[in-house]
């Protein structure tokens, strides 16, 4: 029987022997159906495993469970409505779809963002990443079995969240990224904040380090698994951290940078072992790098407005609207109807914390984007799974999937 | 833009020498460039531009509807080249009556589940695909969500 064939939830199923007792010796397969409420798959990811023993013949990860036509709701709402959904989207990394989002619609229409906005945005996405990183690599160190792993990283991940909620009064579905700037002028304080989350940090990835990266069972579980040639995960489609763990050194924030990330100064972390060991070290490596940049952007930032000067697209200060007519005008405008966007159409990329994001946007002319395309980083590294784990063991499963990083919000949409 | 105008842009200019008859019009804007492929060319274009001009990655595939229009869905394919550092985005109509396209997965096997994702939310069949069925919705699901002839809110009758 092929993993195929099987309807609904199966749980197990063993092939029945179509030989007499005596002649049956030849290998019996069979069909494991791991998730869609499995811890490991971090979400609801369901993969059908057939197996052999414990080694996998095939794997057929099934998707959608977590769809919720956030493409569709997109076309029913105007312009800077839409920045909330971009947040459901990759819930652990709403600032890097605030980002990608934003840079789209301002594309199309053709607005310059401020210094200070621009550096605000760099900062606060480079600590999604640390957000993002620290949760994939406690969740992953559980996976594997090294359970303290985890609260180490969700301690600091706490100071993270704590700085976007003074920043923006969430601490997940912050939106705080809008068309024209931000949502808000940054709080008093965080200067403050975030030196001391920031100082203390990279002594915090050596603590994670001194837990793992020596350590002989995280080797032994990690170390040659999960290989994948690095023209197979082209042709795949899979972008990011595993690209770079396989030695392409891409990264879209250098080669084609956004929101000025071309004045900061960082490295691309690369190794050449493409294997679950080597995207750890990447990933620990690339929460240096964001720290570096988090910092310069920290010293760095450029004194000026939080918002482009398109009245027409930002709300009018409270100050200006008891003053002036005009500002009345446009903030019922925006209000009420929106803001109409030149028609046209944009892909915009950015690097997300688990690969390329894109928005690729349609205008027509009117307040509502005509149609909106998410291509999630997650939906196409997870096509490469089959791959990936065809001919290793059951337990090594556990050990890719982690490695891939994916988040089922973001591939679902 | 005219296929002559097309000329001084590289990728363009080689992919109307390299596949004939593919390139029917194209536009550069916003720094994108965006070619119009006749449908019934768009794997001989997109062989052409993995083999000869280094498009090794396919970003994604999707459609927009363009209802009421006629040919009403516009399929559209972005393509990426990181030793060239370019993009380029395609763009083939299909009809509205019975959509149907070749299946460029024997070029980027990734394109698999995009095409799913298209058939699934347009309806567009791809011809040639290995595995086309629902990859969002569940396999007894009606109708086609992204076409603009579908409801946003209400219930089922």
Same mark, same amino acid.
């Given at each position: ?413 | ?55 090794? $990655? ?28 370019? $993009?380029? $985005?395609?763009?083939? $109509? ?64």
């Amino acid at each position: 029987m092929s993993v195929g064939d099987i309807p609904g939830v199966t749980t197990v199923e063993t092939e029945t022997p179509a030989q007499a007792p005596e002649e049956d010796m030849r290998p019996r397969k069979m069909t494991l159906n791991m998730g869609p409420q499995h811890p490991s798959t971090h979400g609801v990811l369901r993969l059908l495993l057939e197996l052999d023993g414990e080694t996998i013949v095939s794997a057929q990860p099934d998707i959608g469970y977590l769809h919720t036509g956030i493409e569709k709701e997109f076309e029913v709402k105007n312009y800077q409505q839409g920045v909330t959904l971009t947040d459901r989207i990759d819930y652990l990394a709403p600032l890097s779809n605030n980002l990608c989002y934003c840079l789209a619609v301002e594309k199309l229409l053709g607005i310059e963002i401020p210094p200070m906005a621009q550096w605000t945005r760099v900062m606060l996405t480079e600590l999604t990443r640390l957000n993002s990183h620290l949760v994939w690599l406690g969740t992953h160190a559980i996976d594997i079995g090294a359970m303290s792993v985890f609260l180490y990283c969700f301690r600091e991940r706490e100071d993270i969240l704590r700085i976007f909620e003074m920043y923006s009064g969430q601490r997940m579905m912050t939106s705080y990224f809008r068309i024209g700037g931000l949502a808000l002028e940054p709080p008093r304080g965080w200067q403050k904040r975030v030196r001391s989350f920031i100082d203390i940090f990279p002594s915090r990835v050596d603590e994670y380090e001194e837990l793992l990266t020596n350590n002989g069972i995280w080797i032994g579980r990690t170390k040659g698994v999960g290989r994948i040639a690095l023209e197979d995960m082209l042709d795949w489609g899979v972008t990011g951290p595993m690209l770079r763990a396989a030695g392409l050194k891409w990264d879209t924030r250098k080669s084609q940078p956004y929101s000025s990330y071309e004045k900061f100064d960082f490295e691309i972390p690369t190794r050449t072992e493409n294997d679950v060991y080597a995207r750890y070290l990447v990933r620990i490596e690339e929460m240096r790098q964001s720290a570096r940049i988090i910092k310069q952007a920290l010293e760095g930032m450029p004194a000026g407005r939080w918002t482009a000067d398109a009245p027409h697209v930002v709300l009018p200060e409270r100050e200006k609207m008891k003053t002036q007519m005009e500002a009345l005008i446009y903030h019922f405008k925006i209000v009420t109807e929106g803001f109409n966007v030149p028609a046209g159409e944009v892909y915009q990329v950015i690097e997300s914390p688990r690969g390329e994001l894109g928005y690729y946007m349609v205008s027509d002319g009117t307040a509502k984007p005509y149609r909106v395309h998410v291509r999630g980083p997650s939906f196409a590294n997870l096509q490469a799974i089959p791959e990936m784990v065809q001919g290793t063991l059951i337990a090594d499963v556990i050990a890719a999937i982690g490695s891939m990083d994916f988040v089922l919000g973001d591939s679902d949409r | 833009m005219t296929l002559d105008e097309l000329q001084a842009l590289p990728t363009a200019a080689a992919l109307i020498s390299g596949a004939p008859g593919a390139v029917t019009s194209g536009k550069y804007d916003r720094q994108e460039l965006m070619l119009e492929i006749a449908a019934e060319r768009i794997v001989s274009a997109c062989r052409f531009l993995k083999a000869e001009q280094n498009f090794a $990655r396919l970003s994604t595939i999707t459609a927009v509807d363009w209802y009421p229009e006629e040919p009403r869905f516009e399929v559209v394919y972005h393509l990426h080249s990181p030793e060239r550092n370019e $993009r380029v $985005r395609l763009k083939c $109509r299909v009809t509205g009556e019975n959509p149907e396209i070749d299946s460029v997965t024997a070029i980027w096997r990734g394109a698999n589940w995009y095409e799913r994702e298209t058939f699934d939310l347009f309806g567009i069949r791809f011809r040639n695909h290995p595995d086309l069925r629902r990859i969002m919705l569940p396999e007894d699901w009606e109708g086609y969500p992204l076409r603009k002839d579908y409801p946003v809110t209400g219930n089922r009758v």
